[in-house]
Protein backbone atom coordinates (compact mmCIF):
# COMPACT_ATOMS: atom_id res chain seq x y z
CA UNK A 1 0.00 0.00 0.00
CA UNK A 2 1.07 3.04 -0.76
CA UNK A 3 1.82 5.97 1.76
CA UNK A 4 0.26 9.48 1.42
CA UNK A 5 1.48 12.59 2.94
CA UNK A 6 -0.58 14.47 5.92
CA UNK A 7 -0.85 17.26 7.46
CA UNK A 8 0.60 16.58 10.92
CA UNK A 9 3.43 18.42 10.87
CA UNK A 10 1.45 21.31 9.58
CA UNK A 11 -1.00 20.73 12.60
CA UNK A 12 1.37 20.69 15.01
CA UNK A 13 2.46 24.96 14.41
CA UNK A 14 -1.42 25.63 15.36
CA UNK A 15 -4.05 26.97 12.77
CA UNK A 16 -3.19 30.63 13.56
CA UNK A 17 0.20 30.36 11.55
CA UNK A 18 0.71 30.35 7.32
CA UNK A 19 3.43 27.12 6.84
CA UNK A 20 4.74 26.98 4.03
CA UNK A 21 6.46 23.73 2.77
CA UNK A 22 9.90 23.75 0.99
CA UNK A 23 11.33 21.77 -1.35
CA UNK A 24 13.87 22.39 -4.46
CA UNK A 25 15.22 20.65 -7.67
CA UNK A 26 18.30 20.48 -9.44
CA UNK A 27 20.88 20.19 -6.99
CA UNK A 28 22.52 17.11 -8.59
CA UNK A 29 23.09 18.22 -12.28
CA UNK A 30 26.11 19.51 -13.91
CA UNK A 31 23.93 22.39 -15.66
CA UNK A 32 21.04 24.75 -15.26
CA UNK A 33 19.78 26.47 -12.30
CA UNK A 34 18.66 25.06 -8.94
CA UNK A 35 14.50 25.90 -8.25
CA UNK A 36 12.69 25.58 -5.19
CA UNK A 37 9.01 26.37 -4.35
CA UNK A 38 6.97 27.09 -1.52
CA UNK A 39 3.59 26.14 -1.06
CA UNK A 40 0.96 26.74 1.79
CA UNK A 41 -2.04 25.06 1.80
CA UNK A 42 -4.68 27.77 2.50
CA UNK A 43 -7.92 25.26 2.60
CA UNK A 44 -6.91 21.61 4.31
CA UNK A 45 -10.12 20.30 3.90
CA UNK A 46 -10.86 21.35 0.43
CA UNK A 47 -7.28 20.41 -0.61
CA UNK A 48 -7.83 16.61 0.55
CA UNK A 49 -10.98 16.16 -1.02
CA UNK A 50 -9.37 17.57 -4.45
CA UNK A 51 -5.27 16.73 -4.02
CA UNK A 52 -5.27 13.51 -1.85
CA UNK A 53 -3.16 11.63 -4.35
CA UNK A 54 0.01 14.52 -4.11
CA UNK A 55 2.86 12.92 -3.20
CA UNK A 56 6.65 13.28 -3.78
CA UNK A 57 7.36 13.92 -7.19
CA UNK A 58 10.02 11.53 -7.18
CA UNK A 59 7.28 9.01 -6.61
CA UNK A 60 4.84 10.52 -9.78
CA UNK A 61 5.57 9.80 -13.84
CA UNK A 62 6.55 12.89 -15.50
CA UNK A 63 3.26 12.54 -17.10
CA UNK A 64 1.50 12.73 -13.96
CA UNK A 65 3.37 15.32 -12.29
CA UNK A 66 2.99 17.48 -15.45
CA UNK A 67 -1.34 17.17 -15.11
CA UNK A 68 -0.96 17.96 -10.95
CA UNK A 69 1.41 20.85 -11.47
CA UNK A 70 -1.18 22.57 -13.88
CA UNK A 71 -4.09 21.30 -11.22
CA UNK A 72 -2.23 22.57 -7.99
CA UNK A 73 -1.53 26.14 -9.96
CA UNK A 74 -4.91 26.87 -10.80
CA UNK A 75 -6.59 25.63 -7.70
CA UNK A 76 -7.77 28.30 -5.14
CA UNK A 77 -6.60 26.13 -2.00
CA UNK A 78 -3.00 26.97 -1.63
CA UNK A 79 -0.65 29.50 -2.21
CA UNK A 80 2.55 28.73 -3.96
CA UNK A 81 5.71 30.17 -5.36
CA UNK A 82 9.37 29.31 -7.06
CA UNK A 83 12.52 30.90 -6.64
CA UNK A 84 15.70 30.63 -8.56
CA UNK A 85 19.63 30.43 -8.37
CA UNK A 86 21.39 31.00 -11.60
CA UNK A 87 24.55 28.84 -12.43
CA UNK A 88 27.01 31.89 -11.81
CA UNK A 89 25.75 32.10 -7.87
CA UNK A 90 25.96 28.19 -7.95
CA UNK A 91 29.26 28.71 -8.62
CA UNK A 92 30.09 31.64 -6.68
CA UNK A 93 28.07 30.23 -3.59
CA UNK A 94 28.34 26.32 -3.63
CA UNK A 95 25.59 24.36 -4.58
CA UNK A 96 24.14 24.41 -0.75
CA UNK A 97 24.31 28.05 -0.41
CA UNK A 98 22.23 28.65 -3.19
CA UNK A 99 19.69 26.48 -2.88
CA UNK A 100 18.86 27.97 0.09
CA UNK A 101 19.25 31.36 -1.95
CA UNK A 102 16.49 29.91 -4.09
CA UNK A 103 14.29 28.58 -1.53
CA UNK A 104 14.14 32.38 0.47
CA UNK A 105 13.05 33.70 -3.13
CA UNK A 106 10.29 31.02 -2.99
CA UNK A 107 9.29 32.38 0.23
CA UNK A 108 9.27 35.90 0.02
CA UNK A 109 6.18 36.42 -1.77
CA UNK A 110 3.80 34.36 0.74
CA UNK A 111 4.16 35.84 3.86
CA UNK A 112 4.44 32.80 5.86
CA UNK A 113 5.12 32.60 9.45
CA UNK A 114 6.74 29.61 9.66
CA UNK A 115 8.22 26.78 7.23
CA UNK A 116 8.48 23.25 6.88
CA UNK A 117 11.61 21.96 4.60
CA UNK A 118 12.38 18.84 2.95
CA UNK A 119 15.64 17.53 3.97
CA UNK A 120 17.79 17.72 7.50
CA UNK A 121 19.11 21.36 7.36
CA UNK A 122 16.62 24.34 8.05
CA UNK A 123 17.13 27.81 6.38
CA UNK A 124 20.69 29.78 7.92
CA UNK A 125 19.85 33.03 9.40
CA UNK A 126 16.32 33.34 8.28
CA UNK A 127 13.97 35.16 10.63
CA UNK A 128 11.37 32.38 10.61
CA UNK A 129 10.60 29.61 12.70
CA UNK A 130 11.03 26.35 10.59
CA UNK A 131 11.22 22.51 11.15
CA UNK A 132 13.80 20.45 8.61
CA UNK A 133 12.13 16.78 7.98
CA UNK A 134 13.77 13.84 6.46
CA UNK A 135 11.99 12.65 3.26
CA UNK A 136 9.40 15.49 4.57
CA UNK A 137 8.23 15.48 0.38
CA UNK A 138 6.72 11.97 1.88
CA UNK A 139 5.12 13.01 4.65
CA UNK A 140 3.60 16.48 4.61
CA UNK A 141 1.41 17.54 1.82
CA UNK A 142 2.87 21.57 1.54
CA UNK A 143 6.14 19.81 1.12
CA UNK A 144 5.12 16.99 -1.38
CA UNK A 145 3.40 19.89 -3.24
CA UNK A 146 6.46 21.77 -3.62
CA UNK A 147 8.33 19.15 -4.78
CA UNK A 148 5.88 19.22 -8.04
CA UNK A 149 6.48 22.76 -8.41
CA UNK A 150 9.87 22.67 -7.79
CA UNK A 151 10.58 19.57 -10.05
CA UNK A 152 8.26 20.71 -12.99
CA UNK A 153 9.27 24.17 -12.91
CA UNK A 154 12.69 22.77 -13.68
CA UNK A 155 12.05 20.06 -16.15
CA UNK A 156 10.59 22.72 -18.36
CA UNK A 157 13.71 25.07 -18.20
CA UNK A 158 15.93 22.19 -18.82
CA UNK A 159 14.07 21.21 -21.80
CA UNK A 160 14.20 24.81 -23.08
CA UNK A 161 17.66 25.82 -22.27
CA UNK A 162 18.31 21.65 -23.91
CA UNK A 163 16.54 23.11 -27.36
CA UNK A 164 19.41 25.82 -27.62
CA UNK A 165 22.00 22.99 -27.27
CA UNK A 166 20.23 19.67 -28.94
CA UNK A 167 23.50 17.28 -27.89
CA UNK A 168 23.65 17.72 -24.56
CA UNK A 169 19.96 15.82 -24.30
CA UNK A 170 18.50 17.79 -21.50
CA UNK A 171 15.17 17.40 -22.29
CA UNK A 172 15.99 13.89 -21.28
CA UNK A 173 19.00 13.58 -18.72
CA UNK A 174 17.75 17.32 -17.16
CA UNK A 175 21.79 18.10 -16.89
CA UNK A 176 22.34 15.25 -15.33
CA UNK A 177 25.74 13.58 -16.03
CA UNK A 178 24.42 10.76 -18.57
CA UNK A 179 26.53 9.17 -20.83
CA UNK A 180 24.93 11.64 -23.88
CA UNK A 181 25.80 13.94 -21.64
CA UNK A 182 29.26 13.36 -21.36
CA UNK A 183 29.78 12.37 -24.77
CA UNK A 184 28.72 15.94 -25.76
CA UNK A 185 31.02 17.50 -23.41
CA UNK A 186 33.81 15.57 -25.03
CA UNK A 187 32.75 16.68 -28.61
CA UNK A 188 31.80 20.18 -27.76
CA UNK A 189 32.98 21.62 -24.79
CA UNK A 190 31.32 23.38 -22.16
CA UNK A 191 28.05 26.07 -22.23
CA UNK A 192 27.43 28.85 -20.19
CA UNK A 193 24.64 27.26 -18.82
CA UNK A 194 27.21 24.45 -16.87
CA UNK A 195 28.28 24.49 -13.89
CA UNK A 196 31.98 25.89 -13.79
CA UNK A 197 32.55 24.45 -9.81
CA UNK A 198 31.57 21.09 -9.99
CA UNK A 199 34.41 19.04 -10.53
CA UNK A 200 33.56 17.14 -13.86
CA UNK A 201 33.12 20.50 -15.75
CA UNK A 202 35.96 22.08 -13.41
CA UNK A 203 37.90 19.01 -14.96
CA UNK A 204 37.19 19.55 -18.94
CA UNK A 205 37.93 23.61 -18.23
CA UNK A 206 41.40 22.89 -16.46
CA UNK A 207 42.28 20.37 -19.30
CA UNK A 208 41.16 22.84 -22.41
Known amino acids: M ?6 SFEEQWGAQERIAGLDEAGRG ?10 VIVLDKRAFLQEFSHVNDSKK ?17 YLAASVGQASVEEIDSLNIL ?3 FLAMKRALEPLGASAYL ?9 ENM ?3 AIVKGDQKSYSIAAASIFAKVTRDRLMKRLGAEVPPYGWAQNMGYGTA ?4 A ?4 GVTPHHRKSYAPIRRILESA
Open 29 to 38: PWAGPVVAAA
Open 60 to 76: LTAARREVLFEQLQESP
Open 185 to 188: LAEW
Open 129 to 131: KGQ
Open 117 to 125: IDGSLKLPA
Open 97 to 99: EAT
Open 2 to 7: THLPDF
Open 180 to 183: QHQA
